[in-house]
């Protein structure tokens, strides 16, 4: 089992920064990578970022890669979202999540999920 802990969200103003925080616990040495997703009012949650647990291999979508870094801790206990520039579309809850093997995009290879945090972006 694996213990997932986010927080670091709030609400900004756009164009301001926030940074998320995960805290991983439990057997956190099986992990094949950490992601975060994202889930709007009235949309399906979609992936948003993503780093590989060994090594420091890290995945964006297209619609953050520019303006948001994943990194974790050398301790691997904690992975942290950066988010820059932050815009109304934006405004969701941010989860974290665990994968213990299978594509890094895809939500379904994710295991373990944390409870959410909320980000509101305002104009």
């Known amino acids: 089992q694996v213990q997932l802990v986010e927080s670091g969200g709030g609400l900004v103003q756009a164009g301001d920064s926030l940074r998320l925080s995960c805290a991983a616990s439990?057997?956190?040495?099986?992990?094949?990578?950490m992601g975060w997703f994202r889930q709007a009012p009235g949309k399906a949650r979609e992936f948003v970022a993503a780093v590989r647990w060994s090594g420091s291999s890290t995945y964006y979508s297209d619609s953050v890669k520019g303006r948001f870094t994943i990194s974790r801790d050398n301790a691997k206990t904690t992975v942290y979202l950066q988010m820059n520039s932050l815009q109304p579309e934006d405004t969701a809850i941010y989860s974290c999540a665990c994968s213990l093997s299978g594509s890094i995009y895809d939500q379904g290879s994710y295991n373990y999920w944390g409870q959410g945090t909320q980000v509101t972006v305002s104009s």
């Open positions: 439990g057997r956190t040495y099986n992990n094949h990578a």
